[in-house]
Nanobody, 122 residues
Framework: QVQLVESGGGLVQPGGSLRLSCAAS????????MGWYRQAPGKQRELVAA??????NYADSVKGRFTISRDNAKNTVYLQMNSLKPEDTAVYYC?????????????????WGQGTQVTVSS
């Protein structure tokens, strides 16, 4: 029973910044991967950024403006969003691949946050 709770969304003007956070709680052995997705009205959900122990990757539309990071001790993933544009307006969802229990061989599942609204408008 893992729960992901997101925070940090809101309304900002173009050129502004926001930092999203997503914290996982429960019987967590390890978090193998973390990511942020977004879905705008009338569009499909798309991957914004992802992070593993080895690498990060970003959608072309956010490269140079967004930064994903993780804090393993806090079971938390962040998305720093700078130079925001109106086209960044969407509901943002975090996702984590988590190994449950007390051993590394425990079951592994994908979990999703509840979503947080980001609106960029003048």
């Amino acid at each position: 029973q893992v729960q992901l709770v997101e925070s940090g969304g809101g309304l900002v003007q173009p050129g502004g910044s926001l930092r999203l956070s997503c914290a996982a709680s429960g019987s967590i052995r390890s978090i193998n991967a973390m990511g942020w997705y977004r879905q705008a009205p009338g569009k499909q959900r798309e991957l914004v950024a992802a992070i593993t122990t080895a690498r990060t990757n970003y959608a072309d539309s956010v490269k140079g403006r967004f930064t994903i990071s993780r804090d393993n001790a806090k079971n938390t993933v962040y998305l720093q969003m700078n130079s925001l544009k109106p086209e960044d307006t969407a509901v943002y969802y975090c996702m984590m691949t988590i190994t449950l229990g007390v051993v590394t061989t425990g079951p592994r599942y994908d979990y999703w946050g509840q979503g947080t609204q980001v609106t960029v408008s003048s």
